[in-house]
Nanobody, 126 residues
Framework: QVQLVESGGGLVQAGGSLSVSCAAS????????MGWFRQAPGKEREFVAA????????YYPDSVKGRFTISRDNAKSTVYLEMNSLKPEDTAVYYC???????????????????WGQGTQVTVSS
């Protein structure tokens, strides 16, 4: 099992940048594919980014591609999400998620992830 704790959320103006982090503990971090999801009030939780265990492959939906970057530091058991050119519609609670690396594909499907953090609020003001 792995435990996940997000940090780094906050308030930023539109057009600004913000980074969030997710620290993992428990099981071997580089056994896991890591993902970021977000959930705005009244909306479904949606996929934001994913990174494979080695960090060699990353995945994004069109809504954030070119603006968001996921990365990981396996030595620190931490995954990061750097967010640039933020828009008010990026406002949401951001969740870190993990699943065992042997599951390949379906990176955007939230129910393929077994472990979740508690979330961190990101608010983008207009």
């Amino acid at each position: 099992q792995v435990q996940l704790v997000e940090s780094g959320g906050g308030l930023v103006q539109a057009g600004g940048s913000l980074s969030v982090s997710c620290a993992a503990s428990g099981d071997t971090f580089n056994d896991y594919t890591m993902g970021w999801f977000r959930q705005a009030p009244g909306k479904e939780r949606e996929f934001v980014a994913a990174i494979t265990w080695s960090g060699t492959s990353t995945y994004y939906p069109d809504s954030v591609k070119g603006r968001f970057t996921i990365s990981r530091d396996n030595a620190k058991s931490t995954v990061y999400l750097e967010m640039n050119s933020l828009k008010p519609e990026d406002t949401a609670v951001y969740y870190c998620a993990a699943r065992y690396h042997s599951y390949v594909g379906d990176y955007s499907t939230r129910n393929t992830y077994n472990y979740w953090g508690q979330g961190t609020q990101v608010t983008v003001s207009s």
